[in-house]
């Protein structure tokens, strides 16, 4: 059995293990301090950043967090999917699908217009799933940290 509740609804133990294990296919490592700094974004207290949990059989196997964004040429509101991590143990079940599916849920209540998510080009796995959710853009995605703020400029 599947059900999906709101980040609240489970322990931040349970939810650091599953970003941890996030963080890690993307072989990234989290401290302590980020995952609280997460865990408080999580509380909406100051953010607008909202979490969504896949409790499979009781326990959580999968997690999503999202955030409202503006869409200034459209004069729309949109949903952007920052995370989305389904426990290797419960993939190919159903559980991403029903995690997207209440997403989906939520915008459309919200007057959303657009779920809007990337994900690593090498990440096939994600890539196929998604597929079946929504389209690929042709929009190139940039970062620029501002600890490399004087490196760029010198290039």
């Known amino acids: 059995m599947i059900e999906i509740v709101e980040m609240r609804d489970i322990k931040f133990a349970q939810w ?3 970003y941890q294990s996030y963080a890690e296919f993307y ?8 995952l609280q700094t997460a865990w408080e974004w999580l509380s909406g207290h100051d953010t607008e950043l909202r979490g969504l ?11 999503a967090h999202y955030r409202r964004f503006l869409r200034p040429l459209a004069g729309e509101v949109g949903i952007f999917l920052d995370d989305i991590y389904v426990c290797p143990s419960v993939r190919r079940h159903g559980v991403g699908k029903i995690l997207l599916e209440r ?5 459309k209540a919200q007057g ?3 779920i809007r998510w990337m994900t690593a080009g090498d990440n096939r796995g994600a ?4 597929d079946t959710f929504g389209k690929q853009t ?14 760029v400029r010198r290039k």
């Open 127 to 130: 890539q196929s799933f998604y």
């Open 138 to 151: 042709d929009w190139i995605t940039y970062d620029h940290n501002m600890s490399d703020e004087d490196d």
């Open 103 to 107: 997403l989906e849920n939520i915008a």
């Open 27 to 34: 072989k990234l490592s989290l401290t302590p301090q980020q």
């Open 53 to 63: 949990a896949a409790l499979v059989d009781g326990e959580p196997k999968a997690i």
């Open 112 to 114: 959303c217009t657009v």
């Open 16 to 18: 650091a293990d599953l």
